[in-house]
């Protein structure tokens, strides 16, 4: 496919009896990252922090907070020593298996009090990882200004709420 100018081929994987998703992995593709940080840069509002969960939205959110200067965090799956004063709250994804917590340290999340904030990601499927970054954010007295992502799977495609670069299809079997 297609993404941002750049030509990959995507693994299919199984997520159920009936359904492939096609495995876009953004870790390690440093040229796919920086075209689509900047071709996504050039659609979203006006913000001023950067927010993405652990872990595939890290190397977009960083590179979109280098090209644009505005600072990035990074909400947890796990608290790490160095966190206290820790925001929290529960996510289900369709790519991590069980339920999930997202962590922001309390000094991260006094960065984000009445701040324009932008959730950055590589997909958007079912939306539950972001509607848990929405509410975390709501939490700490952050504004979402904008949602956006490389890839919107299945209906995320057909949601006016995000920004995002192409389509990534299911695949039924």
């Known amino acids: 496919m297609t993404i941002a100018g750049l030509e990959r081929e995507l693994p299919l994987c199984p997520i ?7 495995a876009f992995v953004i870790f390690s593709d440093v040229e ?3 075209a689509a940080a900047k071709a996504l840069l050039e659609k979203v509002p ?10 595939k939205g890290i190397p977009l959110a960083y590179e979109m907070s280098r090209q644009s200067g505005k600072p990035y965090i ?14 929290s709250i529960e996510v289900k994804s369709i790519t991590t ?8 340290s309390g000094d991260k999340a006094e960065m984000l009090k009445g701040k ?3 959730i950055a990601d590589d997909v958007i499927s079912t939306g539950g990882s972001l509607a848990a970054l929405e509410q975390l954010i709501k939490n700490t007295g ?7 992502a490389v890839l919107a799977e ?3 495609a057909e949601r006016k709420d995000i920004i995002f670069l192409e389509t990534l299809p299911l695949f039924k079997r």
């Open 74 to 87: 990074v909400a947890r799956k796990k608290i790490k020593l160095y966190m206290k004063d820790n925001v």
């Open 116 to 118: 324009r904030v932008l």
């Open 154 to 156: 299945g209906v995320a």
């Open 46 to 55: 006006e913000f001023d922090v950067i927010v993405t969960s652990e872990a």
């Open 97 to 104: 298996e069980g339920k999930q917590m997202l962590y922001i």
């Open 142 to 148: 952050g504004e979402v200004v904008g949602k956006a």
């Open 16 to 22: 159920d009896d009936n359904t492939d998703i096609a």
């Open 32 to 34: 796919i990252t920086i």
